[in-house]
């Protein structure tokens, strides 16, 4: 059964750094696309971030230059290290896995963080 | 980038009545279109990708067509599970997703 189970989230100061993980079970990480979504308290869904099985690494607009999605194989784990975090990146991140690109087959419960003074 | 705009916004409606959920996007998508379903304080779930393919364990009372700009979503009897909010993306350029469509109970 795939599972993924997020980490890391929390509250930050604006203009502070913060890294989620997310854990994988069931499959192997890397032969998969692996993405960040987000979504801010009572919004919709936002994609933050793919990475591909070839290593290649996407963003959105608003998280470009500031954000970083990596997965370390042996741990079977995804990440996204977010620095110049913003007020209005305050949401809950999602991690997702999929056979094909830019879909999300299964998700973790998600993680909140919270950016704010 | 491509904007999806879903309607109706709310959709009321009663257990065993037929639900029609509309997607349409900025420019074409081919057929890489996907719903899923969020109820509160829970991921997304898939339900149908490339337009009209039902992802694994979802009941085949879920539907989805179109291609190109014109999508929709057809529950043919609700559940009662079924009440929650519908999700449209496009995965032709980067995704996107619609604003969403509330099926509420009447």
């Known amino acids: 059964e795939v599972q993924l189970a997020e980490s890391g989230g929390g509250l930050v100061q604006p203009g502070g750094s913060l890294r989620l993980s997310c854990a994988a079970s069931g499959f192997t990480v890397s032969p998969n696309y692996m993405s960040w979504v987000r979504q801010a308290p009572g919004k919709g869904l936002e994609w933050v971030s793919i990475?591909?099985?070839?290593?290649?690494?996407y963003y959105a607009d608003s998280v470009k230059g500031r954000f970083t999605i990596s997965r370390d194989k042996s741990k079977s784990t995804l990440y996204l290290q977010m620095n110049s975090l913003r007020v209005e990146d305050t949401a809950i991140y999602y991690c997702?896995?999929?056979?094909?690109?830019?879909?999300?087959?299964?998700w973790g419960q998600g993680t909140l963080v919270t950016v704010s003074s | 980038e491509i904007v999806l705009t879903q309607s109706p916004a709310t959709l009321s409606l009663s257990p065993g009545e037929r639900a029609t959920l509309s997607c349409r996007a900025s420019q074409s998508v081919s057929s890489y279109l996907a719903w899923y379903q969020q109820k509160p304080g829970q991921a997304p779930r898939l339900l149908i990708f490339d337009a009209a393919n039902r992802a694994t364990g979802i009941p085949a009372r879920f539907t989805g067509s179109g291609s190109g700009t014109d999508f929709t979503l057809t529950i043919s009897s609700l559940e009662p599970e079924d009440f929650a909010v519908y999700y449209c993306q496009q995965g032709s350029h980067w995704p996107t997703f619609g604003q969403g469509t509330k099926v509420e109970i009447k």
């Open positions: 990475i591909y099985p070839d290593g290649a690494t």
């Open positions: 997702g896995v999929s056979g094909s690109p830019n879909l999300g087959d299964s």
